[in-house]
């Protein structure tokens, strides 16, 4: 199967701090998700890129399907970033076979006031 | 409440006892999963399901087992509980081109 390989595992920062996440993967893929888990444990959808740059807000991420990596871009880190982030792709096939998600082991965030 | 939610969010169980875990979506969303988030592992697949009456086996299935009889509910059961199925399992629905949405999280765990 698809191997997804994020990093680095943890980032500490100071408030206010720019960071980049990045996602790696082993092989094509149709989608790419980037997720936020809070710390009470919920997963935010944050970006649905199989490729290409989207925004929203403090966050960016990129996408280079062909090159099998993603970006995630955090500016002006505050402390309500802090949590754990995900990647995970997606190679949809036809007929049952649809939708299934490998994750990689995500990156540790703790942002510092 | 519109969206996917899942129940009950907090389980202590017993060994051997069996135990069901309720997801449920309001958007009528085709395709529905069930993943375990363990640490060392992140997310695995266990089980999903493409539409009602329509189920397959993910990347660790042994001990659970599912059914879709209704396209907005998919409940995961575990048949005679075990410690190693101490984790948190996370519902997840989508529909084709759309991103998945994931439920709560269900913190389930085996004394």
């Known amino acids: 199967g698809i191997q997804v390989e994020q990093s680095p595992p943890d980032l500490i920062l100071q408030e206010g701090a720019n960071s980049t996440l990045r996602c790696n993967f082993s092989?094509?893929?149709?989608?790419l998700q980037w997720f936020h888990q809070n710390p009470w444990g919920q997963l935010i959808n944050l970006f649905y890129?199989?490729?290409g740059t989207k925004q929203n807000g403090r966050l960016s991420a990129t996408t280079v399907a062909t090159e099998r990596y993603s970006l995630l871009y955090i500016s002006s880190s505050q402390t309500t970033d802090s949590g754990v982030y995900f990647c995970?792709?997606?190679?949809?096939?036809?007929?049952?076979?649809?939708?299934?998600?490998?994750f990689g082991q995500g990156t540790i965030l703790t942002v510092h006031p | 409440d519109a969206g996917i939610t899942q129940s009950p969010r907090y389980k202590i169980t017993e060994t051997g006892r069996q135990v069901t875990l309720m997801c449920h979506q309001t958007?009528?969303?085709?395709?529905m999963f069930w993943y375990r988030q363990d640490l060392g592992h992140g997310l695995r697949l266990i089980y999903y399901?493409?539409?009602?009456?329509?189920?397959d086996k993910g990347e660790v299935p042994d001990g659970y087992v599912v059914s879709r009889s209704k396209t907005e509910n998919f409940p995961l059961t575990l048949e005679s509980a075990t410690r190693s199925q101490t984790s948190v399992y996370f519902c997840?629905?989508?529909?084709?081109?759309?991103?998945?949405?994931f439920g709560q999280g269900t913190r389930l765990t085996v004394v």
């Open positions: 995970a792709v997606r190679r949809d096939a036809g007929g049952t076979s649809y939708g299934k998600l490998t």
């Open positions: 092989d094509s893929v149709n989608n």
């Open positions: 890129i199989p490729s």
């Open positions: 958007w009528s969303h085709s395709y």
């Open positions: 399901s493409a539409a009602a009456d329509i189920t």
């Open positions: 997840a629905s989508l529909t084709m081109n759309t991103e998945a949405f």
